[in-house]
């Protein structure tokens, strides 16, 4: 408490001024100079001990400091008595509980980022592999020609699905570190389906399904339109794939006050009713799925529907198909 300059200071002039106050008693009043001097020294005792007590009070503040600095952030400091230092406690309560929070969702980011990167590794080392074994068979000169076309074919699909991850985790990634500048323009919804389909129809046309659109010509919302053709065009892609031969796959949509709606329904397979709150989880592939399947075309669906303010769900039942609902909300002012 006495190395604080001010205190010292303080100390030296309050003993000057009992000492004056005493001097001046004994000359104009001596029998009241005893009173003069137990007065003073009670009020100046009374002083240094409040001011120890708050020092006290300040020494346990910097030992919580000291403790949320390695990193527990378990104390709890809160006052609810009225002064400065109950204020400041407070405060720095307030400090401790965004620096727990803070520090649990870096240490979530960083659990996050290890599991990406070992799904990505996986991922990317199934089609390497594979590549890298048929590249082998085909340096084999007495390699029948029936079987190299086979093997060339297969290593082309493997750099089609490559490139396709790739560009897929780089559009996530920069969703992720809000380095896309959305766009906030009128889209109408008839051009935003025929864009997302049109390289789906040969795939479609392979499979001989069918595919019917029905809705108001005029319906429209604002958002980005390349983004959200994105989107539109992996949950068209993913009832495609879950679609048998002959099936059909019908997109409607509408325009309320309130938001405007696309849906995509299928006579697919469906999902399974366990799978569907992780459907749209990056990397998660549902117990139907196929091989080839990667499991990041729905999280990214999701992704630019919760960047544009809207919302993504899905309805599915076994042996039913499935059906999946886009919102785009309209922006209140």
Same mark, same amino acid.
């Given at each position: ?216 010509? &005029? ?14 065009? &992996? ?99």
């Amino acid at each position: 408490m006495f190395r604080n300059k001010e205190i010292k200071v303080f100390t030296f002039v309050s003993i000057g001024v009992i000492t004056f106050g005493i001097a001046v008693c004994l000359v104009l009043y001596p029998k009241a100079a005893w009173l003069m001097l137990l007065f003073s020294l009670s009020l100046f005792l009374s002083f240094l001990f409040f001011t120890w007590r708050r020092y006290q009070q300040l020494d346990r503040l910097s030992v919580y400091l000291r403790c949320i600095a390695n990193g527990d952030f378990q104390l709890d400091i809160r006052d609810n008595a009225e002064g400065e230092l109950s204020i400041l406690k407070n405060e720095i309560y307030k400090v401790t509980v965004t620096l727990y929070e803070q520090a649990k969702l870096l240490q979530e980011d960083k659990l996050f980022l290890s599991d990406t990167l070992s799904d990505i590794s996986h991922q990317l080392k199934t089609p390497l592999t594979s590549m890298s074994v048929m590249a082998d068979l085909l340096a084999d000169q007495t390699l029948p020609l029936d079987k190299r076309t086979e093997f060339t074919k297969n290593i082309r699909q493997q750099l089609e699905r490559l490139h396709w991850l790739v560009s897929s985790l780089l559009k996530i990634s920069k969703m992720d570190a809000n380095a896309i500048l959305l766009k906030k323009e009128s889209v109408c919804v008839k051009d935003l389906i025929d864009q997302s389909v049109s390289h789906l129809l040969i795939p479609m046309d392979i499979k001989d399904q069918k595919l019917v659109l029905s809705g108001d010509e &005029n319906a429209s919302f604002i958002g980005d339109f390349y983004w959200s053709s994105e989107a539109l065009a &992996n949950i068209v892609k993913n009832s495609v794939e879950h679609t048998p031969v002959s099936g059909e796959i019908k997109i409607e949509y509408s325009e309320t006050p309130i938001y405007t709606m696309i849906c995509v329904t299928d006579n697919g397979e469906g999902i399974d009713r366990g799978d569907i709150p992780f459907l749209f989880d990056r990397f998660y592939k549902a117990s139907n799925a196929s091989k080839e399947s990667v499991g990041i075309g729905l999280a990214m669906s999701k992704a630019i529907m919760e960047k544009q303010g809207g919302s993504i769900e899905v309805q599915s039942e076994i042996g039913k198909g499935s059906r999946f609902i886009m919102k785009f909300y309209k922006r209140v002012v």
